[in-house]
């Protein structure tokens, strides 16, 4: 089973940047897409941005649209998500996450329930 591990959280005045991690070890990882979601108190949790397994096809949600961008190097087995133009109600937990299917040339997909793999998330607060 493939581990995750989240890094780069922190604190950030509004209009900052963030640069988040995904390290991963066991399991496969290359042949999957990944995800990075976020769940802010009182919500649920919605995916950011997704990677497909050899890094052509994206999605971000319209709330970070030209503001994050995602990106992996499977030789590390990391994926980056790096925020740029950060606001308070980007404040969240993030996770990263595997989708299951391997070497899928879809989207990614933007639901969780498709996500078999999860880190424990790291914690990003933007303030005002």
Request: aromatic share 10%; with cysteine.
């Amino acid at each position: 089973q493939v581990q995750l591990v989240e890094s780069g959280g922190g604190l950030v005045l509004a209009g900052g940047s963030l640069r988040l991690s995904c390290a991963a070890s066991g399991g496969t990882f290359s042949s999957n897409a990944i995800g990075w979601f976020r769940q802010a108190p009182g919500k649920e949790r919605e995916l950011v941005a997704a990677i497909s397994w050899n890094g052509v096809k994206t999605r971000y949600a319209d709330s970070v649209k030209g503001r994050f961008t995602i990106s992996r190097d499977n030789a590390k087995n990391t994926v980056n998500l790096q925020m740029n133009f950060l606001k308070p109600e980007d404040t969240a937990v993030y996770y990263c996450a595997r989708q299951g299917t391997e070497y899928s040339y879809f989207v990614p997909s933007g639901l969780s329930r498709e996500y078999d793999s999860w880190g424990r998330g790291t914690r990003v607060t933007v303030s005002s």
